[in-house]
């Protein structure tokens, strides 16, 4: 864990980094945490849902339904944040 550290301690007037940056650095981490995650689930799911034999390669129709497994998936997580992200707005507005 060593490199976490070294990348707050860099950067600013002695050292030091703002909190803006710091929350800036922890917001990039976060989306790359989502998007790994949303590959890792994506390919779990679609893996079980059109390959029924692993093979060395994937023929036609396998390769059909992961295109569209993926779309679909890709479809219903950017609904679900468009949704969410919407949601949380409202809630902020309110405060």
Request: glycine share 10%; with cysteine.
């Amino acid at each position: 864990m060593e490199g976490y550290g070294s990348d707050f301690s860099s950067g600013g007037a002695g050292g030091k980094m703002d909190s803006g940056a710091i929350m800036e650095q922890v917001k990039v981490q976060i989306a790359v945490a989502n998007a790994q995650e949303l590959l890792q689930r994506m390919t779990d799911k679609c893996f079980k849902k059109c390959i029924g034999k692993p093979g060395s390669n994937l023929d036609n129709s396998e390769q059909k339904c992961i295109a569209m497994c993926m779309d679909r998936y890709m479809d219903c997580w950017n609904t679900v944040s468009r949704a969410y992200n919407s949601r949380l707005q409202k809630e902020r507005s309110r405060i």
